[in-house]
């Protein structure tokens, strides 16, 4: 596992005194503000401050104090280390899943778990093998996920 997760992207400057936009990939701007560091380009920026403005994170990096310097992050990824993320018990990065092997409840393998989509109803799992499944990531269809041994053992009903 990665020891950096990407959590999202400097969109733009904000003002003139050297506060940064981030577009979070993390579940929240929110999720974002608990951090007392965050990572670019593996080189630590500590947050001095940080507000919620719609669903960007207004962040304040200490020794980030000007636009000029700021417009030098715009681009860029922002990660946060996983070792100082406190996770929910049973809850885990969507990053980790990339790459599992989905089988089915009977231990068929279906393939392996390439992408999730973040759709308003909400996730979808896309499994590549030898046709490619879309799994609703519902406690109905998703009955285990092991993330340590990189298993996802799912449920498929007629037609998926």
Known sequence: MKKYLEAGVVANTHGIKGEVKIQPWADSAEFLMGFKRLYIDEKPF???????????????????????????????????????????KGSFFIQDLIGASVRDEGGAELGKLTDVLELPAGNVYVVTGEREILIPAVPQFILKTDVDAGIVTVRLIDGM
């Open 46 to 88: 500590e947050l001095v401050s940080g507000k919620v403005h719609k669903d960007c994170l207004i962040a304040q990096f200490e020794g980030v104090s000007d636009i000029n310097t700021a417009m030098i992050l715009k681009g860029k990824i922002v990660s946060i280390d996983r070792a100082e993320a406190k996770l929910p």
